[in-house]
């Protein structure tokens, strides 16, 4: 195991790992009007892994995420400060349009939700608003594609005309996580994908995460530890809106630097 | 071990026997059910009592008495008639013989002279001679003439008019009425459907019979155009922005507030406010419909606005979430998610302000749309956005006005088109309704 920065020092002098990081978030601050959701929040995110995000919840790991892909635009109250470079190039500089960057990073929310469409239109709609199918045939592979890999394929694929929210609520999350590989995406965010789905559908989701590891740098809000520990190879610990540590899962699970980190994970707070 | 006592009473008491408690609160809504239920059957029995009346008053209007007869004209009558200085008071004396004939087949024999025959029929001599004019190929052939009674005949068939009102009137005389049930007993008096009361234009205030409000009816239709083309894009366009994109901030908050404010503004100001811009300022024409559907849009832009955001309102966040997480923007996701979803309810607020825009009479008293006598229709299709017209409501105000009791019957008529036709509107916007709501 290699030697990581402690993470409450993380700054933006933290050595360079091998890889260039995907993400990589400095200082990263979020107010809510007068709350002060986020604070100094510095991070980096691989390529090719599955990072988690732990923490009680009420600690900031939603809006760490949803500045990762500029979701907290769309929140009037929502300010963030801070530099979150996306393969070295800062996404909040002008002219960055969150149209495109979201394009790039997609996102799963918490709650399954398909557009009231068809279950074709729904992983269709992406690809089409992006101009990624040339033509209705190449549209077809697309979604075949996306819903194959979303591991949904064999349950809908004699009803691609059904209403997408038809389906059962773990078929649901699957079709939302096809409809966010459809466009292609580089990073995959996703809060806490599961807490609305029974065991099985949960296994088959986290199943499917670990594949997408192959292609994607996947980022997981998760309020189940043994999820993060299954699931990923990086793992980040908040805590009252701090990033308390930021470790590989094992190291994690298994001897953190902080004490209260260990209390989590301990089931001592939370 | 007081605080037990209520748990242990629970415990101990049988399911089969509810206790005071549950029987009371039974109770409680059984009353307040019954108070529920007698309130709509309140509701049903004046609403019952309305359709009623306005059935039994308006039906009338759809009617009018005639007199029927048939006519055969040789060409050396019609040359003879021709060749006589007062033509039509020829054709009128071929008419009385004519029906004077009918009337000895049928072993009727019933005195009259001309002047009851006018006081019942008008002057009937202009208009068979206008019909051997326009069609000469008919002289010689039976014709069947279908001619109008006047009003007070009308008003005898529906009961209005009796003898004992008849005293001293001089436009129908008492004695006249034995004629009357002759030609009535013989069928050549009788009810008729009234066509020219839904397609006719208003006539002057001593000619009930020849009223309709077919004018009146192409006024409103061009209005509620009017109103549709502009309230509809604007208002929606309005709350999209306010709702979706507008900053929540202080400026946000006193449109909002303004807006809520014009929807409880009496539809007079909105009148007023109509011939203050759109007539004396921009010099839009007056008692035009193009100028009463502005003052009407302005008065039914606040109802939509309001309802079309709530329904916007009422759109789960997710969806917008769902949409810009695939990278859609703020637009794309309002036009392909948002504004779909909320068309039912865009729709349901539409129709209610159609409806109030539809019955409004007072803010047209000011643009001069009531009390106008429609000339008859617009002489082209757009030419009826710009020449005088009325609306129905306008027109049935007007009728009510009037001290001919011949116009009381077309009033309640006149009603009754106008609800059919709100009731067609809304039957359009519920299928409207349907179809949205079937793709999901
Ligand atoms: N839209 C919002 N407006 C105001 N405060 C918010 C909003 N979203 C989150 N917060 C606040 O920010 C803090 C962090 O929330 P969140 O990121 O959702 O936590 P979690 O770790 O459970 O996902 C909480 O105190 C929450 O109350
Ligand atoms: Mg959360």
Redesign the pocket.
């Known amino acids: 195991m290699f030697d990581a920065p402690h993470p409450t020092l993380a700054t933006p002098t933290t050595p360079p790992t091998r890889t260039d990081p995907k993400i990589a978030a400095c200082n990263v601050d979020?107010h809510?009007?007068t709350?002060h959701?986020?604070r100094d929040v510095s991070v980096e995110i691989e390529d090719r892994t599955v990072t988690a995000?732990i923490?009680?919840?009420?600690?900031?790991?939603?809006?760490?995420?949803?500045c990762l892909n500029r979701m907290?635009d769309t929140?009037d109250?929502?300010r963030v400060t801070g530099v979150i470079l996306l393969d070295g190039e800062d996404i909040h500089d002008r002219r960055v349009d969150p149209v495109q960057l979201r394009a790039r990073v997609g996102m799963v929310f918490q709650k399954p939700n398909p557009f009231p469409k068809s279950i074709y239109d729904n992983i269709a709609y992406g690809p089409r608003i992006h101009g990624l199918a040339r033509s209705k045939a190449d549209l077809d592979g697309i979604v075949e594609r996306a819903l194959r890999r979303g591991a949904i394929w064999e349950e809908v694929k004699d009803r691609l005309q059904a209403s997408g929210t038809g389906l059962s609520g773990g078929q649901q999350q699957r079709l939302c996580i096809a409809r966010a590989i459809a466009t292609e995406p580089e990073v995959l965010l996703m809060?806490?994908p599961c807490s609305a789905l029974d065991p099985i559908a949960t296994a088959q989701v986290e199943e499917l995460i670990d594949e997408l590891r192959a292609s994607y740098s996947v980022v997981i809000?998760t309020?189940s530890m043994q999820q993060a520990a299954r699931v990923s190879q990086k793992t980040a610990f908040?805590h009252m809106?701090r990033l308390v540590e930021y470790d590989a899962t094992s190291k994690i699970f298994t001897n953190p630097e902080d004490a209260r980190t260990e209390s989590y994970i301990t089931g001592r707070i939370g | 071990m007081t605080d037990m006592n209520p748990d242990k009473a629970r415990r101990s008491a049988s399911l089969h026997r509810p206790d005071a408690r549950t029987r009371r609160r039974n109770a409680a809504e059984k009353r307040f059910r019954a108070c529920g239920l007698a309130a709509i059957l309140l509701g049903l029995f004046f609403l019952l009592v309305l359709v009623a009346t306005i059935l039994r008053n308006g039906a009338p209007a759809f009617t009018r008495t005639v007199l029927e007869i048939e006519l055969t004209l040789s060409p050396a009558q019609v040359d003879a008639a021709e060749a006589e200085v007062f033509k039509t008071r020829a054709y009128a004396q071929l008419f009385i013989a004519a029906l004077q004939d009918q009337l000895e087949t049928r072993g009727l024999d019933v005195a009259f002279d001309a002047g009851a025959l006018e006081r019942i029929v008008g002057q009937p001599g202009g208009t068979i001679r206008a019909h051997f004019q326009a069609n000469p190929g008919q002289i010689g052939e039976p014709v069947v003439f279908e001619l109008a009674a006047s009003s007070r005949v009308d008003g005898y068939f529906n009961g209005r008019v009796s003898r004992a009102t008849l005293q001293d009137s001089r436009f129908l005389q008492a004695s006249d009425l034995d004629l009357v049930d002759a030609l009535a007993d013989a069928g050549i008096l009788r009810r008729a459907f009234n066509l020219t009361f839904l397609t006719g234009a208003d006539s002057g205030v001593d000619n009930p019979g020849g009223a309709g409000i077919g004018a009146a009816l192409v006024g409103s239709v061009y209005m509620m155009f009017v109103v549709l083309a502009l309230a509809l894009p604007i208002g929606i366009a309005a709350s999209i922005h306010l709702e979706e994109f507008a900053p929540k901030n202080r400026v946000t908050d006193l449109i909002e507030v303004t807006i809520s404010n014009l929807a409880a503004v009496p539809s007079i100001v909105f009148g007023i406010l109509g011939l203050a811009v759109f007539i004396q300022v921009l010099h839009l024409p007056q008692s035009a419909p193009l100028v009463g559907g502005l003052v009407l849009t302005l008065m039914t832009l606040p109802t939509i606005i309001i309802s079309t955001r709530a329904a916007l309102k009422a759109v789960p966040p997710s969806v917008r979430d769902a949409a810009l997480g695939v990278g859609a923007s703020q637009m794309q996701a309002v036009f392909h998610h948002v504004l779909p979803l909320a068309m039912p309810g865009i729709l349901t607020g539409t129709i209610i302000g159609l409806a109030q825009a539809l019955g409004e009479t007072a803010p047209l008293l000011l643009i001069g749309m009531v009390g106008f006598v429609a000339r008859g229709y617009p002489e082209g299709v757009v030419a009826g956005f710009t020449e005088p017209n009325s609306a129905m409501p306008a027109q049935i105000y007007t009728w009510a006005a009037r001290a001919d009791a011949g116009f009381y019957d077309k009033a309640w008529g006149g009603i009754i088109v106008l609800l059919v036709f709100l009731l067609t509107m809304n039957l359009i916007a519920i299928l409207l309704r349907r179809r949205f709501e079937r793709r999901w």
Do not use: M, Q, W
């Not at chain 1, 790991?61 to 949803?66: D, Q």
């Open positions: 979020v809510y009007g709350t959701a986020l995000f923490g009680p919840s009420g600690c900031g790991k939603s809006t760490f995420l949803r907290n929140i109250s929502a809060d806490e809000v309020h908040f809106g």
